[in-house]
T-cell receptor
Framework: AQTVTQSQPEMSVQEAETVTLSCTYDTSENNYYLFWYKQPPSRQMILVIRQEAYKQQNATENRFSVNFQKAAKSFSLKISDSQLGDTAMYFCAFHFQGAQKLVFGQGTRLTINP | DSGVTQTPKHLITATGQRVTLRCSPRSGDLSVYWYQQSLDQGLQFLIQYYNGEERAKGNILERFSAQQFPDLHSELNLSSLELGDSALYFC??????????FGPGTRLLVL
């Protein structure tokens, strides 16, 4: 069975700092997708970034980037120049090709302090 | 805005009652996924529909059922409600490359 583990239940940094959220996963599949979703206090689930396992290049979306280590089954999210609006719960999620659902980690609560 | 709509935003009801949650996927998406988010169990997959057909089932109780209509909107029916059914229910629309876009959710409170 596929599992996703986020080992940091909570993190807190100062505004403008860089923060890295960790995620590891377990699978025997070779073709899959990895995602980070953000859930702010409004509880909306917002897609932050996506990574295809067959791509070696790490995905980047503005201030958000990932460090994808396929052999280590690791998928961390780096937020640069953090902003107050980045305060949210962040979920790592996994979807292997042909599967019918996302498998989520338990989330990391990130607080950006002014 | 993800392009996925869910109604109602909030629902308060009593134990034993039945409710219907509604979802419209993004234009062009054929898949709809339902998830439940409760405080102690994170996000749990309930069920998926693709173009009107049930595609996969997750941890969905027998008291719960869903369907997807020809116009691709979907409804999740929850019956004989219990206190433990109080949760945030999300609908997600299946986009390209296995990407799911979530609606704003329906907050259900069972009293």
């Amino acid at each position: 069975a596929q599992t996703v583990t986020q080992s940091q239940p909570e993190m807190s940094v100062q505004e403008a700092e860089t923060v890295t959220l960790s995620c590891t996963y377990d699978t025997s599949e070779n073709n899959y997708y990895l995602f980070w979703y953000k859930q702010p206090p409004s509880r909306q689930m917002i897609l932050v970034i996506r990574q295809e396992a067959y791509k070696q290049q790490n995905a980047t979306e503005n201030r958000f980037s990932v460090n994808f280590q396929k052999a280590a089954k690791s998928f961390s999210l780096k937020i640069s120049d953090s902003q107050l609006g980045d305060t949210a719960m962040y979920f790592c999620a996994f979807h292997f090709q042909g599967a019918q659902k996302l498998v989520f980690g338990q989330g990391t609560r990130l607080t950006i302090n002014p | 805005d993800s392009g996925v709509t869910q109604t109602p935003k909030h629902l308060i009801t009593a134990t034993g009652q039945r409710v219907t949650l509604r979802c419209s996927p993004r234009s062009g998406d054929l898949s709809v996924y339902w998830y439940q988010q409760s405080l102690d169990q994170g996000l749990q997959f309930l069920i998926q529909y693709y173009n009107g057909e049930e595609r996969a089932k997750g941890n969905i109780l027998e008291r719960f059922s869903a369907q997807q209509f020809p116009d691709l909107h979907s409804e999740l029916n929850l019956s004989s409600l219990e206190l433990g059914d109080s949760a945030l229910y999300f609908c997600a629309s299946g986009g390209p490359e296995e990407t799911q876009y979530f609606g704003p959710g329906t907050r259900l409170l069972v009293l």
